[in-house]
């Protein structure tokens, strides 16, 4: 079975650019999550989506946002970049999960290493 | 609110020795817990995971780790440190209600001394 892919693997923009990011889950897998992992913040959880529905949500501002479509492909997409954006972004999926039910493991893509000069 | 903290940002083993990386986690629920290992430019694998199964969890590469409720602590051990092992380490917490929504610590860089 493949792995989670990211695309694009690097990515160099500029200051107000926009940009999004791509995760192709796990064949089978219907959930995807995403993270930013940085020096100083360490990996914090930015957004979940579920059967194309944002079910979890972290702490960043509106400017990072995201989708999933019908294949659970995954998108998320970051405006108005700030030099502070600048991370891994890394993308990960599961089979499922139901609130009290039991654990579901979860895969990582390599991630997308984005620089914002 | 769940939270990991991973004491150490940097430890330092001599290659056969016993690795010792430590986590205590915050929850207020039964925990989920679990180790990632991280290599240069590479996402997260998995080492080994608790989910209110065994409390001595054993894991790839040699690793296990054992959950200590009393202490809230489930650190990662390794008895003999091997140069493959150089690598940056995440312990991460969630529980039945977060799911997918992992709390991960800030992580420990293993350095291996040959």
């Known amino acids: 079975k493949a792995g989670v892919t990211q695309t694009p693997r690097y990515l160099i923009k500029t200051r107000g650019q926009q940009v999004t990011l791509s995760c192709s889950p796990i064949?089978?897998?219907?959930?995807v999550s995403w993270y930013q992992q940085t020096p100083g913040q360490g990996l914090q959880f930015l957004f979940e989506?579920?059967?194309?529905?944002?079910?979890n949500k972290g702490n960043f501002p509106g400017r990072f946002s995201g989708r999933q479509f019908s294949n659970s492909r995954s998108e998320m997409n970051v405006s108005t970049l700030e030099l502070g954006d600048s991370a891994l972004y890394l993308c990960?999926?599961?089979?499922?999960?139901?609130?009290?039910?039991?654990?579901?493991?979860?895969?990582f893509g390599p991630g997308t290493r984005l620089t914002v000069l | 609110a769940q939270s990991v903290t991973q004491l150490g940002s940097h430890v330092s083993v001599s290659e056969g020795a016993l690795v010792l990386l430590r986590c205590n986690y915050s929850?207020?629920?039964?925990?989920?817990l679990f180790w990632y290992v991280q290599y240069p430019n590479q996402g997260l694998q998995l080492l080994l995971k608790?989910?209110?199964?065994?409390?001595l969890v054993k894991g790839i590469n040699g690793f296990e780790a054992e959950f200590k409720k009393s202490e809230t602590s489930f650190h990662l051990t390794k008895p003999s440190a091997h140069m493959s092992d150089a690598a940056e380490y995440f312990c991460?917490?969630?529980?039945?209600?977060?799911?997918?929504?992992?709390?991960f610590g800030t992580g420990t860089s293993l350095t291996v001394i040959p």
């Open positions: 991460a917490v969630s529980d039945s209600y977060t799911g997918n929504q992992f709390y």
């Open positions: 990960a999926s599961s089979t499922a999960w139901t609130s009290g039910r039991t654990y579901n493991e979860q895969f």
């Open positions: 608790y989910t209110s199964a065994a409390t």
């Open positions: 064949s089978g897998h219907r959930s």
């Open positions: 929850s207020s629920v039964p925990p989920y």
């Open positions: 989506y579920f059967s194309e529905t944002q079910r």
